[in-house]
Every structure is written in structure tokens, then in C-alpha cells.
């Protein structure tokens, strides 16, 4: 039995007579094929990313859309005179999709055909079934979570974010300055849970452990008053990073034992996994507990592994906490002394007091 084809998540639209009535060079003026633009808005509001791919002069068109107020729901627009399926292609690779995600939609047979014949994994379809596109079951994620409802926002942010740290002049340090970075902690709540999921599902690099947390899971460590579900998520002055890391945090008699860190690597270069590090070391040294931490290698967190030994952390030979089921998942025990940590420079930080009952957010003050 073959396994079922995943969810869309790019649709890349032609431009005359699929998205407007007529041809934009011969016509000039055009119109908006009437449900459309709901159609446009629903699919943004699942988080299925909407480019172009259209055989037009990329001015002209542009401004057209940017009339019609479509113009900021679409990224990655190729609009040229070359081949659609070199513009799918070069479309999938900007956003790094897989051709099996992506969608193109046309009004003439010979275009989609020209698609299917080079790039066999992309779904067409036909102008005509645009205003249904909604109800099928490839464009309905199983799951809509906050971050999705904002993918196309975070994304446009974050190739402005690119823009001026490719033209910035100075230190790298002088430019997370400059971003006003805020990291967010918070207790996982019924819409973080699906988005928590997914990082334990999809992080590699840097994952401690590499171990996956279903949602019942997860739900069940929530419940657990024993236990810390954190989510930290990103913001700076160019708009949301969204959901970029997951703490689940064990209370063993004498220490707090990360059972799981993971973080996404895009934001590796701000520095986030080093801050909650710190953050936990400082909260752990406030509780006079020690903190110690699971790391199972595998092939591709190596770099999680630096982490946690540039943090301090060594292994732990006493496991006076450690549970005997530990060693047998290939999870090994890290230990640190924590100490009260200074917040970084270039990075406000709120968050709770762990395994303390206030849900209220402080911020991370300096130990001196």
C-alpha cells in the first residue's frame, strides 16, 4: 500500500486567466476572478506558503497584484519568460521544499503538462478547480497551529532579517544587538503542545537526545506536577521567529534533570540554545539544585554536544536520580554545579519561575 501523499505547503499560482480574467499585456486591465481572493486568504491562513510562477513581465505584473491588495500574500514570485517548471523548481529550492509539497496551478493543459513531465512529484490542476482547492484534503493540515497561521509573515521577515545582515557592516555581535531580540519561555498550553511535537519530531542538530514526544506525551508530562513543558519562542524588531525550542524538564529528589532540549537550528546564530543553558543554570543555582541533563549521540547533534559541554556540563557517574531505564536507551547523564548566570547582552529573556504555581512571566535579571 502506498503511503499517502503529503500536505501541500506551497501552491504556486499562474497569473493570466487562472488568478485574474484575461491577459495582462493584451487586456491591460484585469480583474480578480471572483471567491479568489478568499480562496488566497484561507490557504494563508493554514500556513500553505503561495508563490507565482507566470510567463509575464515581472513589473507590470507585480504592480497589478500590489493593486489588487494580493500582493503580500505571495513569496518567492517568478515572473519571467522562462520555463514553469524552472520556476517551480527554483520556487521549491528558495524555500527548501520538497517538490512533493508543492502544488501548481494553470489554465493551459500544455503548462501543466510541461510541469508534470519534468517534475513528476508536483500536483497540478487546472484554473477551474481553484475555488475548491479549500475542501481537498491535501491543502487541510491536520493541525493549524499559531506559528502556522503566521509561516508567511515569519518568512517574509526573515528574508528582510537576511537582507540587512548581508549589508551590515559591522560585528556579528553588533548586529544581534541591533535586532532587539526577545526569547519567550513559556508552559507549554493546548496550542504550543502540536507545535512542541513537531520540534522533537523535526530537530536533529540540535536535540539532545534525539527522542520524540507524541502528543499524548507530551499532554501527560503537562498533567504532571513533577515535570516542566517549555516552549521558547523568538521575536526581534523584523517580526516572529515563532516556536524555536522545547525544554521538558524532570524534579528528581535532589536535581533538575533536562529530559529533552531542543531548538531550531535557524536560530543557532543568535544564540539561543547558550541563553537557555544559562537561564536553566541560574534557575537551578536560585533552587539550590543540581541540574543535569540527558545527551544520547547521534549522527547529527554534534553540535548539542558542544553546547552542553561549553555550558559545563560533564558526565555524571553518581545516577543516585538517574532512572535505570536511562542507560539502556543509550541516553547518558550530564551534570552541572549550576551557577547564577548573568542574562546575555544582546538577548532579553522572560520566562517563569520553575516549578513554582504563578503562570506570570519575569524578566531575567542579571545575578549581579
Not at 507566470?54 to 514570485?77: C, I, M, Q, T
Not at 551534570?335 to 520553575?354: I, N, S, T, W, Y
Amino acid at each position: 500500500m502506498s503511503e499517502p501523499r503529503p500536505t501541500v505547503k506551497c501552491l504556486v499560482w499562474d497569473l493570466d486567466n487562472t488568478l485574474w480574467r484575461g491577459t495582462l499585456l493584451e487586456d491591460g486591465e484585469v480583474a480578480l476572478h471572483e471567491g479568489l481572493r478568499e480562496v488566497i486568504a484561507e490557504l494563508d491562513s493554514r500556513g500553505i506558503l503561495q508563490a507565482i510562477a507566470s510567463r509575464n513581465d515581472h513589473d507590470h505584473a507585480w504592480g497589478r497584484l500590489e493593486k489588487l491588495g494580493l500582493a503580500e500574500y505571495f513569496v518567492v514570485p517568478h515572473i519571467n519568460w522562462g520555463a514553469k517548471s524552472a520556476s517551480v523548481q527554483a520556487i521549491a529550492d528558495e524555500l527548501d521544499f520538497a517538490l512533493s509539497t508543492v502544488a501548481f496551478i494553470d489554465d493551459q493543459p500544455a503548462e501543466r503538462a510541461e510541469v508534470e513531465f519534468h517534475l513528476p512529484e508536483v500536483r497540478c490542476y487546472p484554473a477551474e478547480a481553484a475555488l475548491g482547492l479549500p475542501a481537498r484534503a491535501e491543502f487541510t493540515p491536520a493541525v493549524v497551529t499559531g506559528d502556522a497561521r503566521r509561516r508567511r509573515q515569519m518568512y517574509q521577515a526573515g528574508v528582510r532579517r537576511e537582507a540587512e545582515r548581508t549589508g551590515h557592516a559591522g560585528s556579528d555581535e553588533e548586529f544581534l544587538r541591533s535586532l532587539g531580540l526577545e526569547l519567550r519561555i513559556e508552559r507549554a498550553g493546548d496550542e504550543a503542545i502540536s507545535r512542541v511535537e513537531e520540534l522533537t519530531l523535526r530537530t536533529s542538530q540540535m536535540n539532545a537526545t534525539g527522542v520524540h514526544y507524541s502528543d499524548e506525551a507530551l499532554r501527560a508530562l503537562v498533567a504532571d506536577a513533577g515535570h516542566e513543558v517549555l516552549v521558547a519562542s523568538l521575536v526581534d524588531r523584523f517580526g516572529p521567529h515563532g516556536a524555536i525550542g522545547v525544554i521538558l524538564l524532570e524534579r528528581r529528589p535532589s536535581s533538575w534533570h533536562i529530559k529533552l532540549l531542543a531548538t531550531s537550528c535557524r536560530v543557532v546564530s543568535f544564540g539561543v540554545g547558550a541563553a537557555l543553558l544559562r537561564w536553566l543554570s541560574d534557575e537551578a543555582a536560585r533552587a539550590g539544585v543540581l541540574l543535569t541533563a540527558g545527551f544520547r549521540r547521534t549522527e547529527r547533534n554534534r553540535m548539542m554536544e558542544v553546547a552542553y559541554r561549553f555550558a559545563g556540563f560533564r558526565e555524571h557517574t553518581e545516577g543516585a536520580d538517574e532512572p535505570p531505564e536511562a542507560a539502556a536507551d543509550g541516553v547518558q547523564t550530564l551534570a552541572m554545579e549550576p551557577a547564577r548566570q548573568d542574562a546575555p547582552a544582546h538577548l532579553a529573556v522572560d520566562a517563569p519561575r520553575l516549578f513554582g504555581a504563578s503562570p506570570e512571566l519575569v524578566r531575567w535579571a542579571h545575578a549581579r
